[in-house]
């Protein structure tokens, strides 16, 4: 069935190190593909997306191509803060309706 | 304008009982999604809502039920509550469910089963 892997948490970097979320998707159609970021106590906020073959979505210094060939949709930062401390989860959208398919989430912590 | 609300924040329910939980969507969106987080399982769709019809839905068992309202509001039911259905129960709402439509979250409601 359709579904949605991440790379296995928790991440811990230093700030200003580069950052890299794998993940990688399976889906019997052509989804939009979305990063979503949770901080603690929080609901889930849009980070970026891209819905076609290629497309780049961007915000806030993340970023993430859409590479259908591998099935793959890597969030990079070049240089994460404290701030960025949170849980990012990967998701697909396949159809009109609004369900959404996460992956298991990432937790990443960013130390001083 | 205002973001997804989801009451109550906290809930504390005893095996057995009901609960009902309410979201209300961003004005002007018409889809309505429920989603149940819990740390093993992850997220989970339950179900989804667009002018008052369900339109889609999870892999849940009839005790979980939802409607929508006329004005897009949301309520989702748990019946005969389980120790398992603690969770966290997040509400998103988008204007028309669009494939690349963003969906935005309320801060959910953390319903805790003893």
């Known amino acids: 069935g359709d579904s949605v892997t991440q790379m296995e948490g928790p991440v811990t970097l230093s700030e200003e190190a580069f950052l890299t979320i794998n993940c990688t998707y399976t889906?019997?159609?052509?989804?939009?593909l979305f990063w979503y970021v949770q901080y603690p106590g929080e609901g889930l906020q849009l980070l970026l997306k891209?819905?076609?073959?290629?497309d780049k979505g961007s915000n806030k210094g993340f970023e993430a191509t859409y590479r259908k060939e591998t099935t793959s949709f890597h969030l990079e930062k070049g240089s994460v803060q404290v701030s960025d401390s949170a849980v990012y989860f990967c998701?697909?959208?396949?159809?009109?309706?609004?369900?959404?398919?996460f992956g298991q989430g990432t937790e990443l912590s960013v130390k001083p | 304008k205002a973001g997804v609300t989801q009451t109550p924040r906290y809930l504390i329910k005893t095996r057995g009982q009901q609960v009902t939980l309410s979201c209300s969507p961003i004005?002007?969106?018409?889809?309505v999604s429920w989603y149940q987080q819990t740390p093993g399982q992850g997220l989970q769709f339950l179900f989804e809502?667009?002018?008052?019809?369900?339109?889609n839905k999870g892999n849940f068992p009839g005790r979980f039920s939802g409607r929508q309202f006329s004005n897009s509001r949301s309520e989702m039911n748990v019946s005969t509550l389980e120790l398992g259905d603690s969770a966290l129960y997040l509400c998103?709402?988008?204007?028309?469910?669009?494939?690349?439509?963003?969906?935005?979250f309320g801060q959910g409601t953390r319903l805790t089963v003893v």
């Open positions: 998103a709402s988008s204007f028309g469910g669009a494939l690349n439509t963003e969906a935005f």
């Open positions: 998701a697909l959208r396949l159809n009109q309706g609004g369900k959404l398919i």
């Open positions: 891209a819905t076609k073959a290629d």
């Open positions: 809502y667009f002018s008052e019809t369900q339109r």
């Open positions: 889906a019997t159609g052509y989804p939009s």
């Open positions: 004005s002007g969106h018409r889809s």
